[in-house]
């Protein structure tokens, strides 16, 4: 009977490198997973744990040097490699916590101490008479009258001064009324198509008001007078010439002179054509016309809406000019 053969010392595989490449990929992506997170233990751990068996059959299998080094770099560099993450890891957190050197400290706001707040002084009756004595005047404007007007109601009827409040009450209430009026009259003219401005005399001897309206219809001459224009109607007050109804172009020549005038037809709104007398201006100027009797044509226009004013210009024959008149405030 022949005797078996004895067993052999080291396991024979088919594959000599598996276990050095398998355990070396197991360990290469263990730690890749563990320098992207620590706390990806659970994926990293058991693969550094199957590197480093394989480290061990690697030597069973002969492969002693490569078994050796991955068993060593198993054992000596993840413990290294978490020290120093955690380190790292600290540090970051740590200078994130603190306030930047650059960053401007937060501003701290300290509420008032008892002693800096302000506490509205109570004013006495006396002090709002005699206030009221000194403010109260007509260059006051509506609401600021209403106010003086709200602290004077405050005094009783018992008041030692009750008779001085009625006496300002009373000349509040004139100044108030005129405030209003001055406010819608202000109003109104804002919203017509009225312009009104006044003009200082040169010579001290007042002021001249001016209302002006532009026409709603263009005018269109021949040379040397061509271009489309407008005309305007002025109404006039002046301290030297007195009260004027005055037509102007601005290119043109009314055909009007001033020493013996011509003749005006004016019709207002829809009724009669009427005639009114005409003048040139006393320079010369023909793109001036004056329209006489000033009462007359303003009485009318004040209760007009439009006033068509029919007019000869030189080599132009007659023109109309038309005019929105309405809430004239002159």
């Not at 480290?55 to 078994?67: C, D, E, K, N």
């Not at 108030?176 to 804002?190: F, I, P, S």
């Amino acid at each position: 009977m022949k005797t078996p053969p004895p067993l052999p010392t080291v396991v024979n595989t088919n594959v000599k490198q598996g276990a050095v490449i398998g355990g070396w990929v197991c360990f290469a992506i263990g730690m890749l997973l563990m320098l992207l997170s620590l706390w990806a233990f659970i994926i990293y751990g058991p693969l550094l744990l199957v590197a480093f068996i394989l480290s061990i059959v690697a030597m069973s299998q002969g492969r002693i040097a490569g078994g050796v080094s991955l068993l060593l770099c198993c054992l000596i560099v993840p413990p290294i490699a978490i020290v120093g993450l955690v380190a790292a890891r600290s540090e970051q957190i740590t200078k994130l916590a603190a306030p930047s050197a650059a960053s401007p400290a937060p501003t701290v706001i300290a509420s008032p101490s008892p002693a800096t707040v302000e506490i509205p002084k109570a004013v006495s009756l006396d002090e709002i008479i005699n206030n009221a004595k000194k403010t109260v005047t007509p260059e006051m404007s509506a609401q600021e009258l209403r106010d003086a007007k709200t602290e004077l109601l405050k005094v009783p009827r018992t008041s030692g001064r009750y008779r001085e409040v009625q006496e300002i009450l009373s000349r509040l209430d004139r100044y108030l009324d005129a405030a209003l009026k001055a406010e819608e009259k202000a109003a109104r003219r804002a919203a017509s198509s009225w312009t009104y401005y006044d003009r200082k005399d040169e010579m001290g001897r007042g002021v001249a008001k001016y209302a002006e309206v532009t026409s709603t219809n263009e005018l269109s001459f021949h040379f040397p007078y061509s271009g489309e224009q407008h005309a305007k109607l002025t109404i006039r007050s002046h301290p030297k010439h007195g009260k004027d109804v005055i037509v102007t172009v601005e290119r043109g020549q009314f055909l009007c002179a001033a020493y013996n005038g011509c003749r005006i037809s004016i019709r207002f709104d829809e009724g009669a054509e009427e005639t009114f007398s005409g003048r040139g201006a006393s320079d010369g100027d023909p793109k001036y016309l004056f329209i006489t009797p000033y009462d007359k044509f303003v009485s009318q226009m004040r209760k007009a809406r439009q006033v068509r004013i029919e007019a000869e210009f030189y080599q132009e024959a007659t023109r109309v000019m038309q005019f929105d008149v309405a809430d004239f405030d002159g």
